[in-house]
Nanobody, 113 residues
């Protein structure tokens, strides 16, 4: 069992930045995917970014604005979000795939003036 705890969400104006963090309770092998997904009200959950030792991928909607990074020693994954838009408003979830998916509880990001 692994637990994932997100932090760093909040309210930000359009064009602003936020950094999300997700700390895993156990050791996650560098070859295992960790990532971020988001779910806006009334919409399906959307994959945002994935990172592992051999993989780095972004959704088209965030490419060039968001950066995912990972501290493999501390089992933390980050999501730096720049040039935020109102359409980025969602609950952001951290996850990892250890043969089955584990999810964090989510953190709200609201982009509004």
């Amino acid at each position: 069992q692994v637990q994932l705890v997100e932090s760093g969400g909040g309210l930000v104006q359009p064009g602003g930045s936020l950094r999300l963090s997700c700390t895993a309770s156990g050791t996650i092998d560098s070859g295992r995917d960790m990532g971020w997904s988001r779910q806006a009200p009334g919409k399906q959950r959307e994959l945002v970014a994935i990172i592992s030792a051999t993989k780095l991928r972004y959704s088209e909607s965030v490419k060039g604005r968001f950066t995912i990074s990972r501290d493999y020693a501390k089992n933390i994954v980050y999501l730096q979000m720049n040039s935020l838009k109102s359409e980025d408003t969602a609950v952001y979830y951290c996850w990892t795939d250890l043969g089955r998916a584990y999810w964090g509880q989510g953190t709200q990001v609201t982009v509004s003036s």
